[in-house]
Each structure stands twice: as structure tokens, then as C-alpha cells.
């Protein structure tokens, strides 16, 4: 139960990021397995579904990187103070979006890594 929870919350969480992200496309997060209760097969499509959730994660910060350096050079060159307002507020969203985005790949790992360890123990 903890774990569809973590898995929706990280989803939420890089859906709602998007909305800053013009271009860019977040990965959608895989359902990770119940160690516990999968078999070797399951564990397995599991551990290739992350692989490639991190691979489109990483093309995502990627895209992400370009547009805050966007974001910070219209944030600096801008004179219009309304504007530069408005400009610091999008450069800040876009960093806010990468960190969540960072920090789904990591929550995903480590819920991976605790299906793993109990995957190990009830295969003993």
C-alpha cells in the first residue's frame, strides 16, 4: 500500500511539474513490483522498466537544463521590473520542476531497491 502511494505522490508530483516545462515531457513513473510477491520474471520487467524511466528522465532534465539557461538569461537581461518578476518566477518553477523530477528518479530507485530486498528474502 506505501508503495502505490510513494509510486501516485512522485506521479503527481512530475505531472504537476510539467506545467513549467513547455517543451519538455516527463517520463511516466513504472509500477514497481511487490517483491515480496513477484516472481523472477516480474522483478525483472520491473528493473527494465526503471532502466528505461531513467534514460527518459535523464532526456527530460536534459531539456529541462535548456530551458532554464533560457529562463535565467531572459531573467537577466530583462529591464522591464513587471517583466523580470515574471521572468524569476518561470526560472524559478523550472528549477523547482528539474528537483522534483530529480527527486522522483531517486524515490523510484529506492522503492525499486526495497522491492529487491524483499523480493531476496521471501526467495530465500
Do not use: H, W
Not at 58 to 80: G, M, P, R, W
Not at 93 to 122: G, M
Request: with cysteine; aromatic share 6%; glycine share 4%.
Amino acid at each position: 500500500m506505501i508503495r502505490i502511494m510513494t509510486t501516485t505522490l512522485a506521479a503527481l508530483t512530475l505531472t504537476a511539474s510539467t506545467a513549467f516545462a513547455g517543451e519538455c515531457t516527463a517520463p511516466e513513473l513504472p509500477t514497481i513490483p511487490d517483491g515480496a510477491s513477484a516472481n523472477m520474471e516480474a522483478m525483472v520487467a520491473g528493473k527494465k522498466a526503471v532502466s528505461e524511466f531513467q534514460a527518459g528522465n535523464t532526456n527530460y532534465l536534459n531539456c529541462l537544463n535548456v530551458e532554464i539557461e533560457a529562463a535565467k538569461a531572459a531573467f537577466a537581461s530583462e529591464k522591464d521590473e513587471t517583466k523580470k518578476v515574471a521572468a524569476q518566477s518561470n526560472y524559478q518553477a523550472l528549477l523547482d520542476t528539474y528537483n522534483k523530477a530529480v527527486t522522483a528518479e531517486e524515490s523510484l530507485a529506492a522503492e525499486f531497491n526495497t522491492a529487491i530486498r524483499a523480493y531476496k528474502a521471501a526467495n530465500q
